[in-house]
Structures are given as structure tokens and as C-alpha cells.
């Protein structure tokens, strides 16, 4: 491809994701819809889905930013239910869709029905990711919508190989799927073992910001590309080393996560953004060559294929919910109660995207039914982003989910700073006692003790009173005040470099101090 179509779709991709940013609407949705429309405008260029960039070089950084801000001890605490959901329902809906599509469909047989179930069995982990983080959903379904997307690619890209290979008259037995399956699962989580620890190490021990961000560039590359060496699975083998380090990440250097915090989120604002972009895009590809299939008969069958996929999530997930409820004690007992609103929602945020896309060109020309498949593809994942994604908003308010605590939220990260402010008070006292420090004049040591003081207050502070005129708590005018005090610094600063009386290699130093406090303030804010 040449460049300027690459930067325009960049550039027009962040230009709508920065749009949605100001509306109630979620990024993906008018992402997608923005790229059908400049699907039909003449002078775009035909943006095709090639998996083998998608897959190998989309996905792994997708993956990784997902993964890294995600939490190892929610998983591990909802293991259960991710693993029913990434696993089970993946291999259910190949099943379930498959079927249907194969009665639905005359002339579609059951290896190439199964190939198609296969492509749109995944919720999508950037779709889910997106909006679940616009809908601002409890933490529990959350934490199991992402943790089930992170994980099934791997089981929906091993039975698409399985069914595929049956498609192809190669011969793949339920056994040859079985064996698939557990060398790629296991062969990726292996691999992501084995690479998570040197990785960390490594990380560790690098003092330079920039080489530690580059090495934060090549990590889920490196990953995804180790495990696929040994036919393992990328994906797995990407997520168990992401979900390693971001519960390590505490570990690295302050100078390295500033600087990795800014650059992945700006990774994930640019791919997202054209993966939704590029969705849209494919209309006129996937209507090319359907044949027999155009028409009322080809939307016919998309509207069957789109119902399947969402009456089979609803068929696994309702039984997955509460089943195991009935019968297990040990359950119950575990973890939380639940009701009928819960699998209500989970079950209609199933949305699918730029991965069953992504596999669904990657099936080969002299599979039959190709081109149909590719259509069928499409219409499920715009139909899941569109319906769902613009439901999912008032269908949650119609269920009326209860909210976060944030008060509760705010008096446990207050509890929690005035314990860290207690240990560091005490810490303070024994440095300030050995020989070495007690040379530390008075003042100093006050502002030591002030700054902690701050930390401590600022918390507290913003379970306290409103001001009534300005909406501001005292915390609040606080950093209003502190940013409008930097601001005048950093004014004279800047007037002192063009009357040369400090160079810009001076002003740079003493901007970057200044800086470095805002962001402080900045995350103190938005926390």
C-alpha cells in the first residue's frame, strides 16, 4: 500500500475516534459507520483486510494494552466464568452457528458451515474492551467480558484451523482437535511462562527510559512470534506475559511508566481506531463475487447467521451462570450472587470484530463458498456493533445495574494512602537518624514531611464539603491553584530564554520539572 492512503486513514480514523471523545456514542460505532460511508465516496481506495498483518501485528499490541491494564487477581478470582465463556462458548457457538448455517444454507456444507461458525464465534477483545470502558459496567462483569475476549482468539483460530482442514478434505478427526487444541493452548501458555520472568528481569534492570519503551514495543511481538515458531498459540503466549508484567509493572522504573503509560495509550488510541475504520471499509470487498448468494437471499441468510450468534450466546451463557450455582455448594460459596440481569448483559455484549474478519480472509481461495462466507462474516460483526453497541446503553439503564460505590471506593484509597503515609513517616524518622542524614537542615526535612502530609490530606479531602458556587472540593481548588502557579513559572521561564538569559537547554531542564508536577497533580485528578 502506498503511504499516503496509510496516513490518511490514520489521520481520518483519530479525527472520528476524537469526535466520538465529545458524543455519548462509543468510539467503534461511529469508527465503523464513518468507514462505510467513505466505503461508497469515489478517490478512497480499496482497504483490504490482510490477516497476515492483522493477525501477527495488530493483535499482539492490541492484546498486550488490554492484558497489561487489566487485573491478574480479578481474573484469577473469575477464572471460572472467563474459562466457560473463552473456551466453552467459542467451541458452542462454532458448533450452534455452524449448524444453522448449514441448514440454512442450501449447498453449504458442514466442514465450510463449521468454518464459519468458527470465524464469528469470538467476541472481539477490542470491541469489548471499548465499550465496556464508555458503559463504565460493574467491575466483576468487566473484568470476565475482558478476560474472555483476551483469551478465546486462541480457541476460535484452533477449531477454525480444525474445521478448515476438514473443509480442505485434508481430514481432521475430532481427536486431531483435541491434540490441536491442548499442543496450542498449552504450547502458548508454556511459552508465555517461560518468557514473562527474563522479560521482567531484563525490563528491571534497564535505567534507560527509551530502551525500556522500545523493549515494551517488542514484548508481545516477540511473544506472539515465539509461540507461533513452535505452532503454539500467540495469543495465549501474548496475554500470559502482559497480564505478568502489569501485575509487576509496580517494579520497573517511575521514568519508564510514565513514559510506557503515554506511549501505549497512544498505541491503542491509533490501532483501535483504524481497526473499526478498516471494518467499515471491507463493504465493497465482501460484496464482491457472492454469485448465486445476492440479494434477498444473501440478506436472508445474514439475518439467520446474525440471530444464531445471538441466541447461541444466550443458550451458553444463561445455563453457564446459574448451573454451576445449582450445583456446586463450593460455588456459592466462592463467589458473589448474582441475578437474571447479569447473563441479560453479558450476553448481549457479545460484539465481534476486526479477529473474525481478520480469519475470515485468511481462508483459502479453494475453500467453496468463500466469497459467502467473507459477506456473512461482515454483516455479523457490523450487525453485533451496531445493534448491540447502540442497545447495550439504554438496555443497561433499563435494568438499572447497581452503580459503583464511589464514596466506599474513595474511603478505601483514603484508608489505604494513610497507611503508606504512616510507614514512609516512620521510614523518614529512622533515615533522618543515621549518621549519614542528620545533616539534613530543618526546612528540608519539613517539606518532606509536608509533602507526605499533602498525600494523606488530598484523599480525605475529597470525601469532605462541596463549595457550593464552584462545585469544588478544597482538594479541588488545590490543584486548580497549584497548575495556575506552574503556569506562571513556566511563563517566566520561557520570557527568560528569549532575553537570553538562560538557553534552551536550561529552559528544557526546568520545563521538564515543572512537567513531571503537573502530570502528578494530573493523575491525582483523574484517579
Same mark, same amino acid.
Given at each position: 500500500?502506498?503511504?499516503?492512503?496509510?496516513?490518511?486513514?490514520?489521520?481520518a480514523?483519530a479525527?472520528?475516534?476524537?469526535?466520538?471523545?465529545?458524543?455519548?456514542?462509543?468510539?467503534?460505532?461511529?469508527?465503523?459507520?464513518?468507514?462505510?460511508?467513505?466505503?461508497?465516496?469515489?478517490?478512497?481506495?480499496?482497504y483490504?483486510?490482510?490477516?497476515?498483518?492483522?493477525?501477527?501485528?495488530?493483535?499482539p499490541?492490541?492484546?498486550?494494552?488490554?492484558?497489561v491494564?487489566?487485573?491478574?487477581?480479578?481474573l484469577?478470582?473469575?477464572?471460572?466464568?472467563?474459562?466457560?465463556?473463552?473456551v466453552?462458548?467459542?467451541?458452542?457457538?462454532?458448533?450452534?452457528?455452524?449448524?444453522?448455517?448449514?441448514l440454512?444454507?442450501?449447498?453449504?456444507?458442514?466442514p465450510?458451515?463449521l468454518?464459519?461458525g468458527?470465524?464469528?464465534a469470538?467476541p472481539?477483545?477490542?470491541a469489548?474492551?471499548a465499550?465496556?470502558?464508555?458503559?463504565?459496567?460493574?467491575?466483576?462483569?468487566?473484568?470476565?467480558?475482558?478476560?474472555?475476549?483476551?483469551?478465546?482468539?486462541?480457541?476460535?483460530?484452533?477449531?477454525?484451523?480444525?474445521?478448515?482442514?476438514?473443509?480442505?478434505?485434508v481430514?481432521?478427526s475430532?481427536?486431531?482437535?483435541?491434540?490441536?487444541?491442548?499442543?496450542?493452548?498449552?504450547?502458548?501458555?508454556?511459552?508465555g511462562?517461560?518468557?514473562?520472568?527474563?522479560?521482567?528481569?531484563?525490563?528491571?534492570?534497564?535505567?534507560?527510559?527509551?530502551?525500556?519503551?522500545?523493549?515494551?514495543?517488542?514484548?508481545?511481538?516477540?511473544?506472539?512470534a515465539? !509461540?507461533?515458531?513452535?505452532? &503454539? /498459540?500467540? =495469543?495465549?503466549?501474548? $496475554? @500470559? *506475559? +502482559?497480564? #505478568? %508484567?502489569?501485575?509487576?509493572?509496580?517494579?520497573?522504573?517511575?521514568a519508564?511508566?510514565?513514559q510506557?503509560?503515554?506511549?501505549?495509550?497512544?498505541?491503542a488510541f491509533?490501532?483501535?481506531s483504524?481497526?473499526?475504520?478498516?471494518?467499515?471499509?471491507?463493504?465493497?470487498?465482501?460484496?464482491?463475487?457472492?454469485?448465486?448468494?445476492?440479494g434477498? !437471499?444473501?440478506?436472508?441468510? &445474514? /439475518?439467520? =447467521?446474525f440471530?444464531? $450468534? @445471538? *441466541? +447461541?450466546r #444466550? %443458550?451458553?451463557?444463561?445455563?453457564?451462570?446459574?448451573?454451576?450455582?445449582?450445583?456446586?455448594?463450593?460455588?456459592?460459596?466462592?463467589?458473589?450472587?448474582?441475578?437474571?440481569?447479569?447473563?441479560?448483559?453479558?450476553?448481549?455484549?457479545?460484539?465481534?470484530g476486526?479477529?473474525?474478519?481478520?480469519?475470515?480472509?485468511?481462508?483459502?481461495?479453494?475453500?467453496?463458498?468463500?466469497?459467502?462466507?467473507?459477506?456473512?462474516?461482515?454483516?455479523? *460483526?457490523?450487525?453485533? %456493533?451496531?445493534?448491540?453497541?447502540?442497545?447495550?446503553?439504554?438496555?443497561?439503564?433499563?435494568?438499572?445495574?447497581?452503580?459503583?460505590?464511589?464514596?466506599?471506593?474513595?474511603?478505601?484509597?483514603?484508608?489505604?494512602?494513610?497507611?503508606?503515609?504512616?510507614?514512609?513517616?516512620?521510614?523518614?524518622?529512622?533515615?533522618?537518624?543515621?549518621p549519614?542524614?542528620?545533616?539534613?537542615?530543618?526546612?528540608?526535612a519539613?517539606?518532606?514531611r509536608? *509533602?507526605?502530609?499533602?498525600r494523606?490530606?488530598?484523599?480525605?479531602?475529597?470525601?469532605?464539603?462541596?463549595?457550593?458556587?464552584?462545585?469544588?472540593?478544597?482538594?479541588d481548588?488545590y490543584?486548580?491553584l497549584?497548575?495556575e502557579?506552574?503556569?506562571?513559572?513556566?511563563?517566566?521561564?520561557?520570557?527568560?530564554?528569549?532575553?537570553?538569559?538562560?538557553?534552551?537547554?536550561?529552559?528544557?531542564?526546568?520545563l521538564?520539572?515543572?512537567?513531571?508536577?503537573?502530570?502528578?497533580?494530573?493523575?491525582?485528578e483523574?484517579a
Open positions: 500500500m502506498e503511504v499516503l492512503p496509510l496516513v490518511a486513514l490514520v489521520a480514523s479525527a472520528v475516534a476524537g469526535v466520538a471523545r465529545r458524543t455519548r456514542v462509543p468510539a467503534p460505532l461511529l469508527l465503523v459507520a464513518a468507514g462505510l460511508l467513505a466505503s461508497y465516496v469515489p478517490g478512497v481506495p480499496a483490504v483486510l490482510d490477516p497476515y498483518i492483522i493477525l501477527p501485528l495488530l493483535l499490541p492490541l492484546l498486550h494494552t488490554a492484558a491494564d487489566s487485573s491478574y487477581l480479578d484469577r478470582a473469575n477464572v471460572r466464568p472467563v474459562a466457560l465463556l473463552s466453552g462458548y467459542v467451541l458452542f457457538a462454532t458448533l450452534a452457528v455452524g449448524y444453522v448455517a448449514y440454512a444454507v442450501p449447498g453449504l456444507s458442514l465450510v458451515a468454518v464459519l468458527a470465524v464469528v469470538p472481539d477483545a477490542v469489548a474492551t465499550i465496556a470502558r464508555k458503559l463504565g459496567l460493574p467491575n466483576r462483569m468487566t473484568t470476565i467480558l475482558q478476560g474472555e475476549s483476551l483469551v478465546n482468539d486462541a480457541t476460535a483460530i484452533t477449531a477454525f484451523k480444525v474445521a478448515l482442514a476438514a473443509a480442505l478434505g481430514g481432521a475430532w481427536a486431531d482437535g483435541v491434540v490441536e487444541f491442548l499442543v496450542a493452548s498449552v504450547g502458548g501458555v508454556g511459552v511462562l517461560l518468557l514473562m520472568v527474563p522479560i521482567h528481569q531484563l525490563r528491571k534492570r534497564l535505567r534507560e527510559p527509551l530502551l525500556q519503551n522500545t523493549l515494551s514495543l517488542l514484548i508481545p511481538f516477540v511473544a506472539y515465539a !509461540a507461533e515458531r513452535v505452532h &503454539a /498459540s500467540g =495469543v495465549l503466549a501474548v $496475554v @500470559v *506475559v +502482559a497480564l #505478568y %508484567l502489569g501485575h509487576r509493572n509496580w517494579q520497573v522504573d517511575f519508564t511508566r510514565l510506557e503509560e503515554a506511549v501505549w495509550k497512544m498505541i491509533v490501532l483501535e483504524v481497526v473499526f475504520a478498516l471494518i467499515g471499509l471491507q463493504l465493497p470487498v465482501v460484496l464482491k463475487g457472492l454469485g448465486e448468494y445476492e434477498m !437471499a444473501a440478506a436472508w441468510y &445474514a /439475518s439467520v =447467521v440471530l444464531a $450468534v @445471538v *441466541v +447461541a #444466550y %443458550l451458553w451463557v444463561f445455563p453457564a451462570t446459574f448451573v454451576p450455582r445449582w450445583v456446586s455448594e463450593r460455588i456459592r460459596m466462592r463467589e458473589p450472587d448474582t441475578d437474571w440481569r447479569a447473563p441479560v448483559i453479558v450476553g448481549w455484549a457479545g460484539m465481534r476486526v479477529v473474525s474478519l481478520a480469519i475470515a480472509f485468511s481462508v483459502p481461495m479453494s475453500v467453496p463458498h468463500r466469497n459467502l462466507i467473507l459477506f456473512l462474516t461482515f454483516t455479523t *460483526v457490523i450487525g453485533t %456493533l451496531v445493534v448491540q453497541g447502540l442497545t447495550l446503553p439504554p438496555l443497561i439503564r433499563m435494568l438499572k445495574l447497581p452503580p459503583r460505590d464511589l464514596q466506599a471506593e474513595t474511603l478505601a484509597e483514603a484508608q489505604a494512602q494513610s497507611e503508606a503515609s504512616r510507614a514512609a513517616e516512620e521510614r523518614l524518622a529512622e533515615l533522618l537518624e543515621e549519614e542524614n542528620s545533616t539534613l537542615p530543618p526546612p528540608l519539613d517539606r518532606l509536608t *509533602v507526605l502530609e499533602r494523606r490530606n488530598a484523599v480525605w479531602e475529597r470525601l469532605g464539603e462541596i463549595n457550593p458556587e464552584t462545585g469544588e472540593s478544597a482538594d481548588v490543584r486548580r497549584a497548575r502557579m506552574i503556569e506562571a513559572e513556566r511563563e517566566v521561564f520561557v520570557s527568560l530564554r528569549d532575553l537570553r538569559r538562560i538557553d534552551d537547554e536550561m529552559l528544557r531542564g526546568l521538564r520539572r515543572l512537567d513531571l508536577e503537573e502530570a502528578a497533580a494530573y493523575r491525582e483523574t
